[in-house]
């Protein structure tokens, strides 16, 4: 079974390397219920359809699978339950591990969030700079509960 194990973390703005290209990303839920969230992305000129269990913390099966990108256009357009979450990722390589940086736009603006896949739950991981306050397992963080039509509140500065 494909499972998904990552740990994420708010973005310190003022230690962020700015100079680094990113890929705009749409996505919307099909599906949001408490066993799973069926999601459908558009990443660049890739589209794909993702099923994930909904255990809150830092492990989570996931099944993702390549669509047409017209298939992913129709279903964002027409069938899903919230509202789409637009973001740009950037991969950052970081002492031998890609991070996935997202920079959220629309609803979600000023948010920046850092996640790190991990090879197994109890995997050291060196953590940059600019990766401030850990916030794996927190729901308000999902971006099943971003796209729910609730306005992103930038943290205060001690939060992140």
Not at 36 to 47: E, L, P, S, W
Not at 106 to 111: I, M, R, S, T, Y
Not at 113 to 135: M, R, T
Request: aromatic share 10%.
């Amino acid at each position: 079974m494909p499972l998904e194990i990552e740990r994420k973390f708010l973005v310190k703005l003022e230690n962020w390397n700015t100079n680094i290209e990113g890929i705009p990303y749409r996505q919307g839920y099909l599906s949001i219920n408490d066993k799973n969230v069926v999601r459908v992305r558009v990443k660049g000129t890739v589209a794909t359809i993702t099923i994930k269990s909904h255990e809150i913390g830092i492990s989570r099966s996931e099944h993702e699978y390549e669509i047409p990108i017209e298939d992913a256009d129709y279903l964002m357009n027409n069938l899903c339950v919230n509202e789409i979450i637009e973001k740009t990722r950037y991969k950052v390589p970081y002492k031998g591990k890609v991070w996935d940086v997202d920079e959220f736009h629309g609803n979600n603006n000023g948010l920046w969030l850092a996640e790190i896949e991990l090879d197994h739950e109890e995997e050291d991981v060196n953590i940059p700079s600019w990766a401030g306050k850990e916030v794996t397992g927190e729901i308000q963080y999902y971006n099943a509960y971003l796209s729910n039509c609730l306005l992103y509140t930038s943290p205060s500065p001690r939060d992140s």
